[in-house]
């Protein structure tokens, strides 16, 4: 019924004898109070006040109790004060619009709020409005009586008449006293003897045998807690003509009932000022007494339970503002998981038991086009059309309720566009507090493009950007793979290594943008030549690499026409930005297993091979073959020997003569490098120099040369006071080098000889790559004043045209055509042509390798400006320079 209150305490109330009513009270603006409402009232309240609970509960009293304000008690301000102050009221009211009386008890269990406890007391009220009604009649009485008796003692004879109308005043007063409970009693101050009324007498409980008597029987009856009191209000009485008004408790000594006695006197004064005697009611108010304890005692009880539900009250309120802190937090980090899951890149979802969605992220929505309204509530397959990608989904959510642990799985769903995704995907089961399983999330990370750039990347790692063919890597792992396979099969392979012949060349002198270009249409036409299962590699700059796989034990059968094929396609023009670029293609081809059993071996035999078909001449194939590995050997045992040479001064420089044919003066000396190595003996310039070029080494070892033929003709020059010319060897790969200028501007200033005085021998090699760069270096170093050479004139492609451009001093005739002379053949006439033709350049002749008298003859007659060969002189180590020098000037 109250609601608010526990349900046993409830009926308490409910059934409580007492009215109870529970309000809250109204405050204006200045907090006075105005009003107040009814908030539940129980059985009695309804039947004290005849207002039914209905009617009341949430009603203003005003709107209850029209006329509320007219009553002349201010029930309004009485409730404020007790709602407002705290203050508990106990007061007996009566109600003039409720025509009732009220004792009625007030408390405020909390502010604004105020609980009345009240039983209507209107028929007490009565009863005793009628006792007082009598009281005052008593009274009258009593003033009737002393004066009847005055006059009795002043007049005697009117005694019998008095006494008689006071007996009757006597039995009225005693109807009138046992109706209304209420004894009188009078203590004679004189005797100290008291008198009593017939219900005076009654309500002690004692028998009247007489009407007098002792103060102190009197007395005993009073329970002796209550008898200091009584003493001392009849002493203040007494003596101070206080006002005498005691309650107090007696003990019947006919029944031994404790009684509540209620009594008020007066003191009577003589017509002299004399005290004669004291003047009593006496009411037993034991029945007003014992209810009023029992409502105190009822209402402390209330108070105490009050108390504490205010106290549990509090204790909730506690309890509810920490849930409430708690919900708040837990909404906010809802919400920021929220933001968090919507703002994921990933697809984030959550499934129920039975695999129905119960949330979806932005994500989701976006890429499965559905609402999040659209998608909660259903299953997968009622949202995403892809059953593939459904059907995939289903078996990992119920693999995760199976096994109570996350699924990691990948799946592609193919969007409403067409294109596909693909997920990595992660399911994960959630527990509820007791670990059961209550559903499952998901999250979707999208792989499309790391897919896609892994397959980029993987592409990359094994092809070559520019021309899409396998690369290095690739061609390697393709090989393996053969090898693998022709080992099982009885099968043959062919490894062919491309090398395109001039294309450094064109590449400089085109540009890079063309290079490009002709590589990407060269490695087009070698894709055209074999076949579809073959593998094309580009293995660096001008490298190509094929493997031809799966060939017949006879090799020509297979592999013979793919090599004709390239060798004539490259023959054909590569037309290229308005170019047109002759290019062709150096093949070298090892066999497996005949070759070589492993893809190292293969790959280096391929291209020991094709070195060998550069050196046969251009646009051919070699197929490798043992004498070419024999060759290898020999060429690794010589460059790592050569290495060692420098440091043990292993090489010396023997020095060849040279003459003037007209004066038969010694011209000078060619300097020609010798090596005696400590682990091979005696060697040949022609063997080991192309090593040295292969290597660099030779950029070493030719400023040795320069030094130390530098060096010789200072020496000769220094001891003869004549000087003579020195002739050095220059490989172009010394030209090329950066610093040769230097290097020989170094060497003949270190020597302190005249720059006139060295002479260097470059062959037509030199101009093959780079013409143009190799004509500036030398002009450079003519400008300086050194001599320049053409060495093995004739054995090259040049023609005389073209020696006009090269700033040469001296041209030096082949071998092969002096040994020409001898045999009267067409070859001879040229020697004394090509003679007459450089003469008109401007420039020397001296002819090497003149080893007979005609050819000397023959060249003295043809002018030949000088003279070089064993017939005049063989290289002769320095110390027998000497020699040369002292026979000569004796001659
Ligand atoms: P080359 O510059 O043509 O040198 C001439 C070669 O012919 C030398 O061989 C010389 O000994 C040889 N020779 C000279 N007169 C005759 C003759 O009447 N009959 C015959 N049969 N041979 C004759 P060598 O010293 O073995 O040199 C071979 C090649 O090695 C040289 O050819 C040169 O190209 C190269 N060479 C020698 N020394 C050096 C050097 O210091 N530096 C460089 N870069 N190359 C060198
Ligand atoms: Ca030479
Ligand atoms: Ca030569």
Redesign the pocket.
Known sequence: MMGFLHSDFDSIIENMINAFAYHKIIIDAAGNPIDYEFIEVNKAFESFTGLKRDFVVGKRVTEVITDIKSDPFNWIDFYGKVALKGISASIEQYSNVLKRWYLINAYSPQKEYFITVFIDISNIKQRENELCEKNDELSQLYEEITASEEELRVQVEELDTLSKRLAKSESRLNRAQAIAHVGNWEIDLMSGQIWGSEEAFKLYGLERKTPFLPLKTVQTIVHPQDRPTLDQALKLLIEQKEKYDVEFRIIRPDNGEERYMHSVAELEIDSNGRQVSVLGVIRDITERTVYERELKSKNEELSSLYEEIMASEEELRQQLDEIQAHREQLLLSKERYKILVNNSKDIIYSYDGEGVFTAVNHMFCEVFGVSEHEAIGKKISQVIDDSDYVKKCNEARVQVCNTLSPCYFQNAYTMKDGTLRHYDITLSPVFDGKRRIVGVTGTNHDMTEIRKNQKLIRHMAYHDPLTGLANRTLLKDRLNTAIVMAKRMGMSIAVAFIDLDNFKKVNDTLGHVVGDELLIDASKRIQFCVREYDTVSRLSGDEFCIIIQSINQQVQVDVLPIMERINTIFCQPFEIDGHSIRLTASIGISIYPHDGETVGELLRNADTAMYKAKELGRNTYCFFNNKMRDELVRKTNIERMLRKALENNEFL??Y?PQYETKTGQLRGF?????WNSAEAGFM???DF?PIAEETGL?VE??QW?LNTACRLCKKIENKYQKSIIIS????PI?LRHKEFINMVLDAVKLSEISFCKLEL?ITENHFIDNADEAIGILKKLREAGIRIAL??FGTGYSSLSYLKKLPINLLKID?SFIDEIDCQSVQQSLTSSIITLVHNLNIETIA????TYEQYEYLLESKCDNL????LG??VPEHLVDEVIKNHWKV
Do not use: C, M
Not at 670 to 674: F, M, P, Q, T, W
Not at 728 to 731: A, E, K, L, R
Not at 848 to 851: A, D, F
């Open positions: 420089l023997y060849q060619e300097a020609l490098i010798r040949s310039p022609a120099i030779i070892i030719g040369v050095v060897n220059i490989s010394q021998e060495d093995d071998k090497e390798g003149i080893e070089q060969g064993y017939y063989k290289p």
